[in-house]
């Protein structure tokens, strides 16, 4: 199995755009969360998929922010406008059945100018 | 909401030597697992440890659930050991929610 994959795996951008972050989960997981890692707040838990469906989204920091799982091999998580304080490295994590093993992507490190 | 702790929150070593990293957690917890970040930031899953002991090499943990805490062993230290460790506990009746404690900052000196 090629484990989670996420892409861009480096996103630089300019204040003000639509930043896209992809993840395909490992097949046959059925929970994905996602994550934002900062040195100021460590890893924090954004919003999690159970069978695709957003149980807990408490951890978006805003209305910028948003997150979409269409299917079960694949989630986005959106922010627009992007601000130089939203970057950060997003990691996208999957699990399978309830107390499973969590697997970590490699991250999208995030660069807002 | 349920509290994560880890200690100490920063550890430096020299190489061969072992160390013992905490976690405390303030309510029950469906399991609870143990991550590496290395130092080019990869998570990586080391145990998943809801109750008991588990050994992987020269890494074992130790959970017990009753009293709340788990243990990391790390015995003979190596600088790839370097990084930080994460504790992260699955809240009980939570749909599958998981809470990330701050993590321990270990650093290996050769």
């Known amino acids: 199995d090629a484990g989670v994959i996420q892409s861009p795996r480096h996103e630089v951008t300019e204040m003000g755009q639509e930043v896209t972050l992809r993840c395909k989960p490992i097949?046959?997981?059925?929970?994905l969360f996602w994550y934002r890692q900062t040195m100021m707040r460590g890893l924090e838990l954004l919003i999690y998929f159970n069978n695709n469906v957003p149980i807990d989204d408490s951890g978006m920091p805003e209305d910028r922010f948003s997150a979409k799982m269409p299917n079960a091999s694949f989630s986005t998580l959106k922010i627009q406008p992007s601000e130089p304080r939203d970057s950060a490295v997003y990691f996208c994590a999957s699990k399978g059945l309830a107390g499973a093993r969590q697997f970590f992507g490699p991250g999208t490190r995030l660069t807002v100018l | 909401g349920i509290q994560v702790e880890q200690s100490p929150p920063d550890l430096i070593l020299q190489e061969g030597a072992n160390s013992t990293l905490r976690c405390n957690f303030s309510d029950s917890v469906n399991n609870l697992q143990w991550f590496h970040q290395n130092p080019w930031g990869q998570l990586i899953n080391l145990f998943y440890i809801p109750s008991g002991t588990k050994q992987n090499g020269r890494l074992s943990a130790t959970t017990v659930a009753t009293e709340r805490y788990s243990l990391l062993y790390i015995s003979s230290s190596q600088t790839t050991d370097s990084g930080v460790y994460f504790c992260?506990?699955?809240?009980?009746?939570?749909?599958?929610?998981?809470?990330f404690g701050k993590g321990t900052r270990l650093h290996i000196l050769p």
């Open positions: 992260a506990v699955e809240l009980r009746n939570r749909d599958d929610k998981i809470i």
């Open positions: 097949s046959g997981h059925n929970s």
